[in-house]
């Protein structure tokens, strides 16, 4: 019956039209932008950026002259470890920013929040009491391949280590009647979420093979609603990436689709199918690289961080009934501060190595080994998936 109560809001919720598409919500500020504000600001960040990355690098310079990973002897005659580089994508809020939070804590951690908003970014770390010295925020638009590859030439300005690239942003866009498009022409979901981060982790794979951080990782946020062996994978639309034909079209949705099984245009199918691309890009990755690299390759479900921004685009009926349902019906609830902790394991746990692994909690909030569905886990349709992917963002 819960069930039931529950079920009953979604028809309409999934049905309802877009709402405030004018509006810009950044939820995590609780602030709400127009879209002449948001340019204004935008427009003002450029500055701000360059000028952050060109004073860090200096700073960097001085302080990263060389990093082994173990530092000498001290007094008392133990080793200790180097502070680790982890840079995440999206910590700008969610599950990004409490990771990022969580490393930072420790002071283990410096991280490098590749975000596509600066001011939001530097606000946000700062409201969630991140010390001044322990990030440094680098512009990335996943959306754009230049800013992808301009994001990497700004990181390696740096000349930090690069020890931990976590790929976590994304964006969900139920309500989209139609769909929109990065700035190379592939659709939104599918082009920020695996086709731009499919480019960040091919150029950072050398930078992370030099690291010499005793475990170097590549963390590539996954999800239970990419695989269909879940009751979550089952609620419709579901992911199901077909022979690939719109990818190969280019997701573009000029003479072709905009879906990748080349379909109808649905925006919360179009993202599940993104998390798909990501879970088995992660194991391909894996299978190419681990050996050669030493890289650990994972991906994970962190549970339903029913309160993030991903949602901003869902109508403010789902918004507002949606945590109260994974809390107290599905029980698949999990905080913003959990989440982050749980993917701050995966980039420094010791004991969380194991490569090929995506990794999900139990109710007692410990980690293990989690079964992919039959076609997060096919290896044709990941090495498929890879080479189309690396001819769409100029790889091959
Ligand atoms: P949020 O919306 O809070 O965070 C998403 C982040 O991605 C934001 O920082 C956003 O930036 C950033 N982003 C969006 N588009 C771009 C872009 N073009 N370039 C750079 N950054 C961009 O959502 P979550 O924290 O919930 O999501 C984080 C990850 O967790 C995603 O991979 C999601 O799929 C996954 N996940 C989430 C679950 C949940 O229940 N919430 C469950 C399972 C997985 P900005 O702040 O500027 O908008
Ligand atoms: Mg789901 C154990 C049950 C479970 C879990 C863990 C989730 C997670 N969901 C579950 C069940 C159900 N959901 C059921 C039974 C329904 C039908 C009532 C349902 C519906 C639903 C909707 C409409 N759920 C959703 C939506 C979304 O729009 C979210 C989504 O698909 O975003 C892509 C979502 C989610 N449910 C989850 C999780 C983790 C999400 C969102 C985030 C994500 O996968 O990245």
């Known amino acids: 019956m819960a069930l039931q109560a529950a079920t009953s809001f979604l028809p309409s919720a999934l049905s309802a039209r877009k709402e405030g598409s004018s509006v810009k919500d950044s939820a995590f500020l609780g602030v709400h932008l127009a879209d002449d504000g948001l340019k204004l600001e935008t427009a003002a960040l450029g500055l701000r950026t360059k000028r952050v990355i060109t004073s860090v690098a200096i700073r960097a310079q001085a302080a990263a002259v060389s990093s082994p990973s173990v530092t000498p002897a001290s007094p008392s ?3 200790t470890l180097r502070k680790g580089t982890a840079i995440i994508t999206g910590a700008s809020s969610g599950l990004g920013l409490a990771t990022a939070k969580a490393l930072a804590e420790t002071g283990k951690w410096h991280v490098i929040m ?37 994001f990497v030439k700004n990181v390696r300005q740096l000349e930090m280590p690069v020890d931990v690239v976590v790929c976590n942003a994304a964006v969900y866009q139920p309500t989209a009647k139609e769909p929109s498009y990065t700035a190379d022409g592939f659709e939104m979901s599918v082009g920020v979420n695996h086709l731009g981060h499919f480019l960040l982790a091919r150029e950072l794979l050398s930078d992370l093979q030099s690291s010499d951080y005793p475990s170097k990782r590549l963390i590539i946020v996954g999800s239970i609603t990419g695989n269909t062996n879940t009751l979550a994978g089952n609620v419709p639309p579901k992911a199901n990436l077909g022979d690939l034909r719109g990818l190969a079209g280019g997701l573009n ?58 949602f901003r685009e869902h109508i403010p009926l789902f918004r507002l009934l949606f945590p ?16 982050g902790k749980r993917l701050s394991q995966v980039v420094s746990d010791p ?13 007692n909030s410990a980690s293990f080994e989690n079964q992919l569905s039959e076609e997060a886990s096919d290896a044709d349709k990941a090495k498929k998936l890879w080479e189309i992917s690396e001819k769409l963002v100029g790889l091959a």
Request: charged share 25%.
């Open 351 to 363: 004991s969380l190595t194991k490569s090929g692994v995506y990794w999900s909690w139990n109710k």
């Open 253 to 310: 949705g000029i003479g072709g689709s905009a879906m990748i099984d080349g379909g109808e245009f649905d925006g919360a199918k179009a993202y599940k199918d993104s998390k798909v691309c990501n879970m088995l890009t992660m194991q391909e990755f894996h299978r190419r690289y681990h050996e050669e690299t030493g890289v650990t390759f994972a991906s994970l479900y962190p549970g339903c961080i029913a309160t993030t921004g991903l």
């Open 77 to 79: 005659g133990k080793k």
């Open 114 to 150: 590749a975000c596509r908003d600066f001011l939001k970014a530097s606000r946000a770390a700062k409201a969630a009491g991140m010390d001044k010295d322990s990030f440094t925020v680098v512009h990335l638009d996943l959306a754009s391949l230049d800013s992808v590859r301009q």
């Open 324 to 339: 109260p349902f994974q809390k107290y019906i599905t029980k698949g609830y999990v905080s913003e501060e959990e989440a």
